[in-house]
Protein backbone atom coordinates (compact mmCIF):
# COMPACT_ATOMS: atom_id res chain seq x y z
CA UNK A 1 0.00 0.00 0.00
CA UNK A 2 1.03 3.42 -1.09
CA UNK A 3 2.66 5.57 1.98
CA UNK A 4 2.56 8.79 2.27
CA UNK A 5 4.28 11.81 2.49
CA UNK A 6 3.07 14.59 4.24
CA UNK A 7 4.13 18.22 4.98
CA UNK A 8 5.63 17.63 8.45
CA UNK A 9 4.96 19.97 11.13
CA UNK A 10 8.68 21.47 12.67
CA UNK A 11 8.03 24.78 14.23
CA UNK A 12 5.51 25.48 17.27
CA UNK A 13 3.97 27.67 15.30
CA UNK A 14 3.95 26.18 12.08
CA UNK A 15 0.60 26.46 10.29
CA UNK A 16 1.75 25.74 6.80
CA UNK A 17 5.17 25.93 4.76
CA UNK A 18 6.70 25.97 1.78
CA UNK A 19 8.44 23.18 -0.32
CA UNK A 20 11.22 25.29 -1.66
CA UNK A 21 13.03 22.42 -3.68
CA UNK A 22 12.75 18.45 -4.59
CA UNK A 23 15.98 16.37 -4.49
CA UNK A 24 13.83 13.31 -6.10
CA UNK A 25 12.27 13.52 -9.37
CA UNK A 26 8.41 11.41 -10.55
CA UNK A 27 9.75 7.98 -10.38
CA UNK A 28 12.56 8.05 -8.56
CA UNK A 29 13.64 4.78 -6.28
CA UNK A 30 14.49 6.11 -3.05
CA UNK A 31 15.29 4.17 0.51
CA UNK A 32 13.99 5.11 3.80
CA UNK A 33 15.50 8.27 5.31
CA UNK A 34 16.81 9.28 1.65
CA UNK A 35 16.30 13.13 0.98
CA UNK A 36 13.22 13.97 -0.36
CA UNK A 37 12.58 17.44 -0.09
CA UNK A 38 13.22 20.84 1.49
CA UNK A 39 10.52 22.87 3.61
CA UNK A 40 10.44 26.50 4.14
CA UNK A 41 9.27 27.34 7.34
CA UNK A 42 8.96 30.66 9.07
CA UNK A 43 12.05 30.83 10.76
CA UNK A 44 14.25 27.67 8.73
CA UNK A 45 14.72 25.81 5.97
CA UNK A 46 14.01 22.04 7.04
CA UNK A 47 15.53 18.68 4.83
CA UNK A 48 13.05 16.39 5.00
CA UNK A 49 13.21 12.39 4.64
CA UNK A 50 11.93 9.64 2.87
CA UNK A 51 9.42 8.22 5.41
CA UNK A 52 9.86 4.56 3.49
CA UNK A 53 11.86 2.46 0.65
CA UNK A 54 9.95 2.40 -3.01
CA UNK A 55 9.12 4.77 -5.32
CA UNK A 56 8.17 8.13 -5.44
CA UNK A 57 5.03 9.24 -7.39
CA UNK A 58 2.29 11.50 -7.78
CA UNK A 59 4.21 14.54 -6.73
CA UNK A 60 1.33 16.91 -5.59
CA UNK A 61 3.51 18.82 -3.31
CA UNK A 62 4.46 22.14 -5.67
CA UNK A 63 7.28 24.00 -5.12
CA UNK A 64 6.53 27.66 -3.64
CA UNK A 65 3.65 27.95 -3.23
CA UNK A 66 1.79 27.23 0.88
CA UNK A 67 1.07 23.90 1.80
CA UNK A 68 -1.19 23.12 5.01
CA UNK A 69 0.66 21.28 7.43
CA UNK A 70 -0.23 17.53 7.34
CA UNK A 71 -0.97 17.55 3.40
CA UNK A 72 -0.13 14.90 1.26
CA UNK A 73 2.62 16.30 -1.02
CA UNK A 74 3.63 12.85 -2.85
CA UNK A 75 2.94 8.71 -2.09
CA UNK A 76 5.70 6.30 -2.16
CA UNK A 77 4.95 2.94 -4.08
CA UNK A 78 6.45 -0.05 -3.62
CA UNK A 79 8.04 -1.89 -7.01
CA UNK A 80 5.07 -2.67 -9.34
CA UNK A 81 2.68 -2.02 -7.39
CA UNK A 82 -0.60 -0.47 -9.30
CA UNK A 83 -0.56 3.72 -9.05
CA UNK A 84 -3.51 5.34 -8.08
CA UNK A 85 -4.45 8.33 -10.67
CA UNK A 86 -5.28 10.58 -8.02
CA UNK A 87 -5.28 9.82 -4.46
CA UNK A 88 -7.26 11.05 -1.99
CA UNK A 89 -6.27 14.20 -0.19
CA UNK A 90 -8.42 13.25 2.64
CA UNK A 91 -5.49 11.85 5.25
CA UNK A 92 -4.22 15.11 5.51
CA UNK A 93 -6.85 15.84 7.55
CA UNK A 94 -5.90 13.16 10.44
CA UNK A 95 -2.54 13.46 10.10
CA UNK A 96 -2.22 16.92 10.78
CA UNK A 97 -4.03 16.32 13.83
CA UNK A 98 -1.33 16.48 16.75
CA UNK A 99 -0.81 13.27 17.85
CA UNK A 100 -2.58 12.99 21.33
CA UNK A 101 -1.44 10.60 23.58
CA UNK A 102 -3.26 8.75 25.69
CA UNK A 103 -6.33 10.69 26.75
CA UNK A 104 -7.43 10.96 23.24
CA UNK A 105 -9.65 8.20 21.90
CA UNK A 106 -7.75 6.54 19.49
CA UNK A 107 -11.03 6.04 17.69
CA UNK A 108 -12.84 9.02 17.53
CA UNK A 109 -9.62 10.90 16.67
CA UNK A 110 -8.99 8.81 13.41
CA UNK A 111 -12.23 9.10 11.99
CA UNK A 112 -12.29 11.23 8.08
CA UNK A 113 -14.35 13.84 7.50
CA UNK A 114 -16.67 15.41 10.40
CA UNK A 115 -20.60 15.45 9.91
CA UNK A 116 -21.47 17.95 12.10
CA UNK A 117 -22.92 16.03 14.81
CA UNK A 118 -26.44 16.23 17.18
CA UNK A 119 -24.26 16.97 19.88
CA UNK A 120 -22.90 19.64 18.39
CA UNK A 121 -23.81 23.52 19.41
CA UNK A 122 -25.46 25.09 17.10
CA UNK A 123 -23.02 28.19 16.77
CA UNK A 124 -20.15 24.94 16.46
CA UNK A 125 -22.54 23.57 13.13
CA UNK A 126 -20.23 24.04 9.98
CA UNK A 127 -16.65 24.81 11.26
CA UNK A 128 -14.16 22.72 10.74
CA UNK A 129 -13.07 20.62 13.80
CA UNK A 130 -11.34 17.41 14.52
CA UNK A 131 -13.94 15.50 16.77
CA UNK A 132 -11.60 15.25 19.91
CA UNK A 133 -11.08 19.64 19.35
CA UNK A 134 -14.93 19.40 19.43
CA UNK A 135 -15.59 17.16 22.79
CA UNK A 136 -12.77 19.68 24.36
CA UNK A 137 -14.31 22.63 23.56
CA UNK A 138 -17.60 21.07 24.17
CA UNK A 139 -16.34 19.62 27.85
CA UNK A 140 -14.91 23.70 28.75
CA UNK A 141 -17.60 25.43 27.45
CA UNK A 142 -16.21 27.09 24.22
CA UNK A 143 -17.51 28.24 20.86
CA UNK A 144 -15.78 26.55 18.29
CA UNK A 145 -17.18 29.47 15.81
CA UNK A 146 -14.98 31.96 18.17
CA UNK A 147 -11.31 29.79 18.19
CA UNK A 148 -9.30 29.87 15.05
CA UNK A 149 -7.90 26.75 13.75
CA UNK A 150 -4.27 26.04 12.80
CA UNK A 151 -4.83 23.10 11.09
CA UNK A 152 -4.91 22.20 7.19
CA UNK A 153 -7.74 24.47 5.77
CA UNK A 154 -8.34 25.93 9.25
CA UNK A 155 -9.53 23.09 10.86
CA UNK A 156 -9.50 23.16 14.43
CA UNK A 157 -7.33 20.91 16.71
CA UNK A 158 -6.99 20.26 20.20
CA UNK A 159 -4.25 22.44 20.55
CA UNK A 160 -6.49 25.35 19.48
CA UNK A 161 -8.96 24.60 21.92
CA UNK A 162 -6.23 24.63 24.43
CA UNK A 163 -4.66 27.67 23.83
CA UNK A 164 -8.29 29.11 23.46
CA UNK A 165 -9.28 27.73 26.64
CA UNK A 166 -6.22 29.85 28.42
CA UNK A 167 -6.32 32.87 27.09
CA UNK A 168 -10.52 32.73 27.83
CA UNK A 169 -11.47 34.42 24.34
CA UNK A 170 -13.83 31.94 23.00
CA UNK A 171 -16.33 31.54 25.69
CA UNK A 172 -19.63 30.49 24.59
CA UNK A 173 -22.30 32.64 24.78
CA UNK A 174 -22.53 33.41 28.19
CA UNK A 175 -19.30 34.71 28.52
CA UNK A 176 -18.13 38.35 29.65
CA UNK A 177 -19.92 41.15 27.46
CA UNK A 178 -17.57 41.85 24.36
CA UNK A 179 -14.83 45.00 24.79
CA UNK A 180 -15.44 47.34 22.65
CA UNK A 181 -14.51 46.47 19.22
CA UNK A 182 -11.23 47.90 17.78
CA UNK A 183 -11.05 50.73 15.07
CA UNK A 184 -10.84 48.56 11.95
CA UNK A 185 -7.59 48.06 9.82
CA UNK A 186 -7.48 49.60 6.48
CA UNK A 187 -8.24 46.74 4.05
CA UNK A 188 -6.10 46.19 1.24
CA UNK A 189 -8.16 48.07 -1.45
CA UNK A 190 -8.31 51.07 0.67
CA UNK A 191 -4.48 50.67 0.74
CA UNK A 192 -3.98 50.13 -2.88
CA UNK A 193 -6.41 53.31 -3.97
CA UNK A 194 -3.73 56.03 -1.92
CA UNK A 195 -1.25 55.19 -4.48
CA UNK A 196 -1.27 55.15 -8.38
CA UNK A 197 -1.65 52.28 -10.28
CA UNK A 198 1.96 51.39 -12.60
CA UNK A 199 3.50 53.22 -9.32
CA UNK A 200 4.35 50.11 -7.52
CA UNK A 201 4.64 46.24 -7.55
CA UNK A 202 3.08 44.09 -5.23
CA UNK A 203 5.70 41.48 -3.27
CA UNK A 204 3.48 38.48 -1.76
CA UNK A 205 4.57 37.88 1.69
CA UNK A 206 6.16 34.61 2.54
CA UNK A 207 5.48 32.88 5.62
CA UNK A 208 8.52 34.81 7.63
CA UNK A 209 6.97 38.14 7.05
CA UNK A 210 3.65 36.60 8.17
CA UNK A 211 4.40 35.45 11.49
CA UNK A 212 6.95 38.27 12.00
CA UNK A 213 3.66 40.78 11.52
CA UNK A 214 1.48 38.48 13.41
CA UNK A 215 4.04 38.28 16.41
CA UNK A 216 4.65 42.18 16.37
CA UNK A 217 1.11 43.16 16.81
CA UNK A 218 0.52 40.50 19.98
CA UNK A 219 3.58 41.78 21.25
CA UNK A 220 2.83 45.27 20.99
CA UNK A 221 -1.06 44.84 21.15
CA UNK A 222 -1.04 42.70 24.66
CA UNK A 223 2.26 43.05 26.63
CA UNK A 224 1.99 46.56 27.97
CA UNK A 225 5.91 47.81 27.46
CA UNK A 226 8.07 50.37 29.40
CA UNK A 227 11.31 51.28 28.95
CA UNK A 228 14.70 52.10 30.74
CA UNK A 229 17.65 53.85 29.04
CA UNK A 230 21.15 54.25 30.77
CA UNK A 231 24.91 55.40 28.65
CA UNK A 232 27.41 53.13 29.41
CA UNK A 233 31.13 54.12 29.12
CA UNK A 234 32.80 51.16 27.14
CA UNK A 235 36.55 52.64 26.87
CA UNK A 236 37.68 49.62 28.98
CA UNK A 237 35.52 46.94 27.47
CA UNK A 238 37.41 48.17 24.54
CA UNK A 239 40.46 47.76 25.70
CA UNK A 240 40.04 44.58 26.94
CA UNK A 241 38.15 42.75 23.83
CA UNK A 242 41.53 44.45 21.68
CA UNK A 243 43.82 42.85 24.35
CA UNK A 244 41.97 39.60 24.14
CA UNK A 245 42.14 39.02 20.76
CA UNK A 246 45.73 39.63 20.00
CA UNK A 247 46.27 36.81 22.21
CA UNK A 248 43.84 34.60 20.62
CA UNK A 249 46.04 31.47 19.95
CA UNK A 250 46.14 30.60 16.50
CA UNK A 251 44.24 27.43 15.27
CA UNK A 252 44.85 25.31 12.17
CA UNK A 253 41.69 24.76 10.00
CA UNK A 254 40.57 24.23 6.35
CA UNK A 255 41.85 27.47 5.35
CA UNK A 256 44.80 27.51 7.46
CA UNK A 257 45.96 29.29 10.91
CA UNK A 258 43.64 31.43 11.82
CA UNK A 259 42.92 33.01 15.68
CA UNK A 260 40.97 30.71 17.74
CA UNK A 261 38.43 33.22 18.35
CA UNK A 262 37.59 37.16 17.85
CA UNK A 263 35.16 38.70 20.03
CA UNK A 264 32.96 41.68 18.95
CA UNK A 265 31.42 44.02 21.32
CA UNK A 266 27.91 42.55 20.91
CA UNK A 267 29.55 38.87 22.10
CA UNK A 268 30.48 41.05 25.31
CA UNK A 269 27.07 42.13 25.51
CA UNK A 270 25.63 39.01 25.23
CA UNK A 271 27.64 38.50 28.49
CA UNK A 272 27.09 41.02 30.24
CA UNK A 273 23.34 40.54 29.40
CA UNK A 274 23.46 37.30 30.72
CA UNK A 275 25.44 38.01 34.09
CA UNK A 276 22.88 40.86 34.94
CA UNK A 277 20.14 38.19 34.72
CA UNK A 278 22.27 36.19 36.76
CA UNK A 279 22.63 38.86 39.67
CA UNK A 280 18.93 40.27 39.24
CA UNK A 281 17.20 36.60 38.77
CA UNK A 282 13.85 38.28 40.09
CA UNK A 283 13.91 40.00 36.43
CA UNK A 284 14.62 36.82 34.65
CA UNK A 285 11.14 35.58 34.66
CA UNK A 286 8.61 35.11 32.02
CA UNK A 287 4.95 36.06 32.59
CA UNK A 288 1.74 33.72 32.44
CA UNK A 289 -1.83 34.25 33.17
CA UNK A 290 -1.32 31.54 36.11
CA UNK A 291 1.74 32.00 37.52
CA UNK A 292 5.33 33.89 37.01
CA UNK A 293 7.94 31.68 35.34
CA UNK A 294 11.05 31.76 37.01
CA UNK A 295 13.96 30.93 35.08
CA UNK A 296 17.14 29.16 36.67
CA UNK A 297 19.73 30.15 33.24
CA UNK A 298 20.12 32.58 31.61
CA UNK A 299 18.97 32.05 28.31
CA UNK A 300 19.80 35.01 25.92
CA UNK A 301 18.68 35.13 22.23
CA UNK A 302 20.05 37.03 19.87
CA UNK A 303 18.39 39.20 16.93
CA UNK A 304 19.99 38.37 13.42
CA UNK A 305 19.35 39.86 10.25
CA UNK A 306 18.50 37.42 7.55
CA UNK A 307 17.18 38.12 4.10
CA UNK A 308 13.43 38.84 4.39
CA UNK A 309 12.97 39.00 7.89
CA UNK A 310 15.30 38.42 11.22
CA UNK A 311 15.78 35.31 13.72
CA UNK A 312 16.69 35.16 17.05
CA UNK A 313 18.57 32.04 18.02
CA UNK A 314 19.63 31.45 21.69
CA UNK A 315 22.64 31.42 23.40
CA UNK A 316 21.76 29.17 26.22
CA UNK A 317 23.33 29.57 29.97
CA UNK A 318 25.49 32.22 28.54
CA UNK A 319 26.25 33.74 32.25
CA UNK A 320 28.18 30.48 32.40
CA UNK A 321 30.24 30.42 29.28
CA UNK A 322 33.22 32.07 29.04
CA UNK A 323 33.45 34.76 25.75
CA UNK A 324 35.32 33.05 23.05
CA UNK A 325 32.86 30.48 23.42
CA UNK A 326 30.20 33.02 23.32
CA UNK A 327 31.60 34.69 19.90
CA UNK A 328 32.45 31.33 18.07
CA UNK A 329 28.87 29.83 19.15
CA UNK A 330 27.19 33.15 18.02
CA UNK A 331 29.25 33.20 14.88
CA UNK A 332 27.94 29.71 14.06
CA UNK A 333 24.31 30.39 15.01
CA UNK A 334 24.09 33.68 13.13
CA UNK A 335 25.69 31.79 9.93
CA UNK A 336 22.85 29.00 9.80
CA UNK A 337 20.59 31.18 10.35
CA UNK A 338 21.06 33.13 7.50
CA UNK A 339 20.93 29.72 5.43
CA UNK A 340 18.23 29.03 7.44
CA UNK A 341 19.70 26.02 8.69
CA UNK A 342 18.49 26.43 12.53
CA UNK A 343 16.70 23.55 14.43
CA UNK A 344 13.23 24.81 15.62
CA UNK A 345 15.19 24.21 19.29
CA UNK A 346 17.72 26.95 18.45
CA UNK A 347 15.54 29.77 18.25
CA UNK A 348 12.45 28.69 20.68
CA UNK A 349 12.52 29.83 24.12
CA UNK A 350 14.74 31.95 25.52
CA UNK A 351 14.61 34.12 28.86
CA UNK A 352 15.52 37.53 26.83
CA UNK A 353 16.91 38.87 23.99
CA UNK A 354 19.66 41.83 23.02
CA UNK A 355 19.35 43.52 19.46
CA UNK A 356 22.40 45.91 18.58
CA UNK A 357 21.64 48.37 15.82
CA UNK A 358 25.42 49.91 16.55
CA UNK A 359 26.73 48.50 13.60
CA UNK A 360 24.62 50.79 11.75
CA UNK A 361 25.25 53.99 13.53
CA UNK A 362 21.91 53.93 15.72
CA UNK A 363 22.58 55.88 18.48
CA UNK A 364 19.33 54.73 20.28
CA UNK A 365 16.21 52.84 19.76
CA UNK A 366 13.20 50.75 21.74
CA UNK A 367 12.94 47.34 20.93
CA UNK A 368 9.91 45.21 21.07
CA UNK A 369 9.47 42.33 23.19
CA UNK A 370 9.29 38.62 21.87
CA UNK A 371 7.37 36.87 23.97
CA UNK A 372 7.61 34.85 26.38
CA UNK A 373 10.61 37.38 27.30
CA UNK A 374 9.90 40.13 30.07
CA UNK A 375 12.97 42.15 28.26
CA UNK A 376 14.87 42.62 25.58
CA UNK A 377 17.95 44.97 25.48
CA UNK A 378 18.44 47.33 22.59
CA UNK A 379 22.16 48.42 21.92
CA UNK A 380 23.30 51.73 19.99
CA UNK A 381 26.20 52.48 18.92
CA UNK A 382 29.06 53.01 20.34
CA UNK A 383 30.54 56.85 20.03
CA UNK A 384 32.93 59.53 21.47
CA UNK A 385 30.94 61.33 23.88
CA UNK A 386 31.84 64.67 26.03
CA UNK A 387 31.34 63.45 29.86
CA UNK A 388 31.75 65.28 33.19
CA UNK A 389 33.86 63.57 35.49
CA UNK A 390 34.56 65.04 38.92
CA UNK A 391 33.71 68.84 37.60
CA UNK A 392 35.53 68.23 34.03
CA UNK A 393 34.42 67.78 30.77
CA UNK A 394 36.47 64.58 29.50
CA UNK A 395 35.87 62.21 26.17
CA UNK A 396 34.71 58.62 26.81
CA UNK A 397 33.27 56.31 24.37
CA UNK A 398 29.90 56.15 25.39
CA UNK A 399 26.66 53.66 24.12
CA UNK A 400 23.41 53.90 25.09
CA UNK A 401 21.20 50.88 25.86
CA UNK A 402 17.57 50.60 26.05
CA UNK A 403 15.69 47.53 28.36
CA UNK A 404 12.21 47.03 27.16
CA UNK A 405 9.68 45.22 29.83
CA UNK A 406 7.03 43.95 30.24
CA UNK A 407 5.35 45.59 32.94
CA UNK A 408 3.38 42.68 34.48
CA UNK A 409 6.62 40.42 35.01
CA UNK A 410 8.91 43.29 35.90
CA UNK A 411 8.38 46.27 37.47
CA UNK A 412 9.93 50.01 37.12
CA UNK A 413 12.44 49.77 40.09
CA UNK A 414 12.98 45.87 39.04
CA UNK A 415 13.97 46.65 35.60
CA UNK A 416 16.17 49.87 36.65
CA UNK A 417 17.85 47.28 39.17
CA UNK A 418 18.58 45.03 36.09
CA UNK A 419 19.78 47.59 33.28
CA UNK A 420 21.91 49.42 36.59
CA UNK A 421 23.49 45.84 37.04
CA UNK A 422 24.35 45.73 33.39
CA UNK A 423 25.99 48.65 33.36
CA UNK A 424 28.54 47.51 36.36
CA UNK A 425 29.44 44.45 34.46
CA UNK A 426 30.29 46.36 30.85
CA UNK A 427 31.96 49.08 32.41
CA UNK A 428 33.63 46.50 34.27
CA UNK A 429 34.72 44.10 31.91
CA UNK A 430 36.92 42.33 33.97
CA UNK A 431 34.28 40.52 35.89
CA UNK A 432 33.30 38.61 32.70
CA UNK A 433 36.75 36.87 32.99
CA UNK A 434 35.57 35.54 36.50
Not at 15 to 44: C, M, N, P, Q
Not at 361 to 371: E, L, S
Not at 412 to 428: R, T
Request: proline share 6%; aromatic share 4%.
Amino acid sequence: MAVEVILPKVDMDMATGRISSWHVEEGATVKKGDLLFEIETDKAAMEIDSPAAGIVRNITGKEGIDIAVGEVVAWIYDEGEAVADAPAAAPAEAVAEEPAKAEAPAPVEAAAPVAPAAEDTASSAGVRASPLARRLAKEAGLDLSAISGSGPKGRIVKADVEAAGQDGGAKAADAAPAAAPAAPAMSDDQVMKLFEEGSYELIPHDSMRKTIARRLVEAKSTVPHFYLTLDCEIDALLALRKQLNEAAPMVKGEDGEKPAYKLSVNDMVIKAHAKALAMVPEANVSWTESAMVKHKNADVGVAVSIPGGLITPIIRRADEKTLSAISNEMKDLAARARSRKLKAEEYQGGNTAVSNLGMFGIKDFAAVINPPHATILAVGAGEQRAVVKDGEVKVATVMSVTLSTDHRAVDGALGAELLAAFKKVIENPLTMLV
